[in-house]
């Protein structure tokens, strides 16, 4: 038998009612089946890992300038911090607003490589933000949204607190409130992003955090934003940090 944490065990007893940010998250992991569970635990059946993989080969391919990832980053990402890497997104300086793990790999391949260029919903920018994050397997999830980043994250809570579509229901009444509770077949969680990109069992795709919001607002009859848009950055950042005390699995399985 599997041991959840203490927190998922309230929340199935229905004594944790009260919004995830008074809570102790919960990864999805735990509300996954033990058959889901193992399957993300062991490398060679986890099928998130090709798309690591794909990642890892694209790390060390040489863009137009000749540079790799490798030429700065080492041998598989070795000189990247993979604390670094779990405090994402943070506030850039240079750009004068906050970068997401993707945004600023695609700035160093389209900037520092010379491309070629990739865009933000790219197959390969999934693929390159899976190997990287993946490198900070295990890590805690720790992004800080103090200071300058504080008014994207209040950006993306009004977003996370809005209803949306004809379904008109907000993220949160979904995943702060009814986590553990079953929604046309399947356990809902508390919505974290820890486990991203994540391998989708029902259809057998890997997705990037931005992507799954998407198919909450497609199942919502909502209007999606573009990948890479300001709305979905501003939620990443809410999601990010909402998930703060959390291991990163990626890539992790999820129904
Ligand atoms: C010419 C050198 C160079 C190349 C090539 C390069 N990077 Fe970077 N990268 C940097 C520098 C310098 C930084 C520090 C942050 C900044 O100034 O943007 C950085 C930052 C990063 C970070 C964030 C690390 C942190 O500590 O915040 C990641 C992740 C990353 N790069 C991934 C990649 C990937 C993936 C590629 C290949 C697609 C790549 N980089 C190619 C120079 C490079
Ligand atoms: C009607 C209920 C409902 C609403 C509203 C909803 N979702 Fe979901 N969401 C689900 C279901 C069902 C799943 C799949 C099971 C799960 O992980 O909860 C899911 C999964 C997720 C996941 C994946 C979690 C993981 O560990 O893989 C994220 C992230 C997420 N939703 C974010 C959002 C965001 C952001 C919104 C608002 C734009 C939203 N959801 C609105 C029902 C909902």
Partial sequence: MKIHSIAYYLLL??????PVHAQQPVSGY???TPEMQEMQDDDFANPGMYTVEAGEALFATAGGN???CVSCHGEGGKQLD???IA??????EAQKKPVTLRGQILSCRNERMDGPQLQYSSEEALQLVAFVRRLALGETV?????GPMA???EAGKKLFHTRWGQVDIACHQCHDYHAGQTFRGQTLTQGQSNGFPVYRYTDGHVVGIQGRI???LTNLRAEPYELGSEEYINLEIYMSARSNGLKIETPGIRY
Avoid: H
């Fill in 30 to 32: 735990d509300f996954q």
């Fill in 142 to 146: 720790n992004v800080d949204v103090s």
């Fill in 82 to 84: 993979v604390k670094r």
């Fill in 66 to 68: 000749g540079k790799s």
């Fill in 13 to 18: 007893l229905g004594l944790a009612s009260a």
């Fill in 151 to 153: 008014p994207y994250y």
């Fill in 214 to 216: 998407t198919e909450c």
């Fill in 87 to 92: 405090a994402y997104p943070v506030y850039s």
